[in-house]
């Protein structure tokens, strides 16, 4: 059968810190992923953790780059935008069907593109390696 679906990128580089990977919570989801390896990583943010599961090579890296504004970002991305996946080198929203609404579009774009600066301020590249 064919679904159509809609997905929108924004490269980060640098990589996040510690091979982060953060999914929004979905309760099937996050069974298989638990039985697969995920770690379900804890921020001590009840908000934050209800809604997502945090993966990271390196637990330790990823929450000291999981501060405050950071958090915070996340979660106004994801009231704006609902599709979180965050990869080490990507942001990623992904929807069923056609995202054809101009004003959605309008507001799933500029979020990415607010959470994705946040994102690189928080972990700045030294350009001088």
């Known amino acids: 059968s064919r679904h159509t679906r809609t997905a929108i990128k ?3 580089a640098p990589a996040l810190p510690g091979g982060l990977t953060i999914v929004r919570e979905v309760a099937l989801f996050n069974s298989l992923g638990k039985l697969v390896g995920w770690q379900d990583i804890q921020t001590g943010d009840q908000l934050f953790d209800d809604k997502f599961l945090i993966k990271a090579q390196d637990p330790h ?3 000291k780059f ?3 504004e950071v958090r915070s970002a996340i979660i106004e991305y994801d009231q704006k935008a609902q599709r979180i996946t965050l990869e ?3 942001l990623r929203y ?5 995202l054809s609404d101009p004003n959605t579009l309008k507001t799933v774009l500029e979020a990415q593109s607010k959470l994705a600066n946040i994102l690189r301020r928080a ?3 030294d350009h001088d390696d």
């Open 123 to 125: 972990h700045p590249q």
């Open 61 to 63: 890296a990823a929450l």
């Open 10 to 12: 924004a490269a980060l």
């Open 94 to 98: 992904k929807a069923g069907g056609t």
């Open 66 to 68: 999981l501060n405050n």
């Open 88 to 90: 080490p080198d990507a």
